[in-house]
């Protein structure tokens, strides 16, 4: 016998040095680059597996982007072609060939319903046809218009029915929808063969189907349901057959076979800026023990703050489409030197949510929460007051409506979300109100407004709000002031409000520095106001401060780069002023 040994020499895995963006990309380099998964090479990120090459990883982005230029109207755009370019030894240019073509536009769309079906029960959609008509031709929409005339056709009980529909190109750059429905044999489902789950349980992919055995075989349900197991993210690959039952008459087996892959992450980043430094770290794990359960635990640390949080979620309980949610935190603030009072907040927090409508969101969670809030000889007479432990039993409750076209860097739509926080026991008992909404309107592919509100209030039942509770404006929301250092003022010290109100209005300026790839400008207004203090009115400062600026968002060869600067229109005479903001971050 002879024995064969091979050697193999794997040398360094392969990294992307540069990522580029070619052709007619219609969009800057900065905002394609966040569209893909693929990250540059950089010496400190040592954790992120994205820096390196990867088939599937670049298949990925390619999907992305072309989804991401179908969705902004140009329907014919494609991708070229990717390719690694190397330039030493184990080291790589990665880039993307794009031609988006031209930009194309919805004309008439129209649905055709046989004499089968009575007509009625699709009457709603006509109004949403006339809306789209004129407006940029988007994938997404026709989609989300072929669900929702599922639904309705199912609701109706027209089980063997799919909805499909024509695409036809007018006048250069239109284009008619025809939808139309397509009657299937019928067929029932009599087993359901799942291959390939060595790690996942299989009730987790079974729990993802909306069809069962027994039930009648639907494509748009068994579609649905392909999508919902790809959607967890958990498989490297899904992939299915439908096949005649062999013996039984108008039934059909389906076949499913996932391919595992590793579904925890280690993360880690840190930033610095005018407000101060952040370093955060945190392991997420999206199918423990095989049961399709998300844990995620991680530690952010700031010049004042410390937060470390656990949480367990079950994104489907026991199959009923509802999350389940446990989460345990703790935070310790450290306002000693600048406010003379430390507070050290702990709890548990058990809650759930889920689609009440369409679009329409609620979660509802119990807590308890213990702190200490300890003072200094700085404190004002009200914080020494309050000194001491509390502990605290809550129910909190939020219902979102979302409209945006994409949760991620949204062009068109609007959130609104609603949430207020109840006392059960407490030994101080307050309400706390929040309501913020964001609106985006698309002039075209490169000039988008926005506008968001936020409002909050806290108000206490038999006593003042406590100080840890009190309402401050997020330094996001206010450019042109330091952080914290508005609205009513205790002694030297900012003491917050009762009540917090403020409105931003954005603007990208496309034009400006328009051959830089890598920078975004945008002009905005900012106006808020913090008033009302329940323990003295005498403090209060009930003033609009507003201020107007330009901003810049940059992509460094550190990591992103955020840079504002603001000239305050109003201001109360206690308020203090900052023209300069700057924040930079990066991932490892």
């Known amino acids: 016998s002879v024995n064969i040994i091979h050697n193999f020499n794997l040398g360094e895995r392969a990294k992307i040095n540069e990522i580029k963006f070619i052709g007619n990309k219609i969009f800057k380099n900065n905002k394609l680059r966040k569209l893909i998964v693929s990250e540059e090479s950089k010496p400190w990120k040592f954790i992120t597996p994205n820096k390196y090459l990867n088939e599937n990883r670049i298949s990925l982005d390619v999907n992305l982007l072309k989804s991401y230029f179908n969705n902004k109207g140009y329907y014919k755009a494609l991708i070229k072609s990717s390719s690694a ?53 988007s994938l997404n929409s026709i989609k989300k218009i072929i669900n929702e005339i599922d639904k309705t056709a199912l609701q109706k009980e027209f089980i063997f029915i799919n909805a499909k529909y024509k695409e036809k190109i007018v006048d ?39 069809v069962d055995e027994g039930d009648p075989y639907n494509k748009i349900l068994f579609n ?74 991680n530690l952010a640390l700031s010049d004042d ?20 949610n446990t989460t ?30 369409e679009d329409l969101f609620f979660n509802i969670d119990v807590s308890n929460y213990y702190e200490k809030l300890e003072t200094s000889s700085l404190a004002s007479a009200i914080k020494k007051k309050q000194e001491g432990d509390y502990f605290e039993n809550l129910i909190s409750y939020s219902l979102t409506l979302n409209k945006l076209d994409q949760n991620f860097q949204p062009t068109d739509g609007y959130l609104t979300k609603f949430s207020q926080t109840l006392p059960i026991y407490a030994e101080d008992k307050s309400i706390e109100n929040s309501l913020t909404s964001s609106k985006y309107y698309s002039v075209n592919d490169s000039l988008i407004l926005s506008g968001k509100l936020f409002l909050r209030a806290v108000n206490s039942i038999d006593d003042n709000v406590r100080v840890s509770k ?94 504002s600067y603001a000239v305050p229109i109003s201001d109360a005479e206690t308020d203090k002023t900052e023209s300069f903001r700057f924040q930079i971050g990066t991932s490892f």
């Not at 703050?305 to 949480?311: D, L, N, R, V």
């Not at 345990?328 to 927090?349: A, F, L």
């Not at 010290?493 to 990208?508: D, E, K, L, R, S």
């Not at 945008?522 to 403090?539: E, P, T």
């Open 305 to 324: 703050q410390i937060k470390g949080k656990f949480s367990v979620v079950n994104p489907n309980f026991r199959n009923t489409d509802r999350s389940i």
């Open 470 to 563: 009190r309402v401050y404006i997020p330094s996001y929301r206010l450019r042109g002031f330091e952080s914290g250092s508005i609205g009513p003022k205790d002694g030297s010290q900012y003491v917050g409000g009762n009540y917090g109100a403020a409105f931003t209005f954005n603007t990208t300026l496309p034009q400006l520095f328009s051959a830089n790839e890598n920078m975004d400008f945008n002009l905005f207004f900012d106006a808020a106001n913090l008033w009302h203090v329940d323990y003295d009115n005498s403090l209060d400062s009930n003033k609009i401060r507003s201020a107007t600026g330009i901003s810049v968002n940059w992509f460094t060869p550190v990591g992103p780069l955020s840079l």
């Open 224 to 297: 649905k349901s392909i999508n919902e197991i790809k959607s967890k993210g958990i498989f490297k690959s899904v992939t299915s057959e439908v096949n005649d039952t062999v013996l039984k008459n108008n039934t059909k087996t389906i076949n499913i076979t996932v391919e595992e892959k590793a579904t925890g992450e280690i993360f880690a980043g840190a930033g610095t800026g005018t407000d101060g430094s952040t370093i955060s770290v945190g392991i997420k794990e999206k199918n423990y023990l095989g049961k399709g359960i998300q844990l995620d635990t």
């Open 328 to 357: 345990i935190e703790s935070t310790s603030s450290d306002y000693m030197t600048t406010s003379g009072y430390k507070t050290t907040r702990t709890g548990v927090k058990l809650g759930t949510g889920f689609e009440q409508y």
């Open 85 to 137: 370019k190397v330039i030493d030894d184990n080291n790589f240019i990665l880039t993307f060939n794009i031609d988006a073509g031209e930009k194309y536009y919805f004309n008439d769309i129209k649905l055709s319903v046989s004499d089968n079906y009575e007509k009625e029960n699709f009457s709603n959609f006509l109004k949403i046809f006339d809306k789209l008509k004129g407006k940029a031709y």
């Open 172 to 210: 250069n750059n239109k284009i008619n929808i025809e939808i139309f429905f397509e009657e299937t044999d019928k067929y029932f489902v009599d087993r359901i063969n799942i291959f390939g789950n060595y790690i996942t349980e299989e009730k987790v992919i079974r729990n993802a189907f909306i």
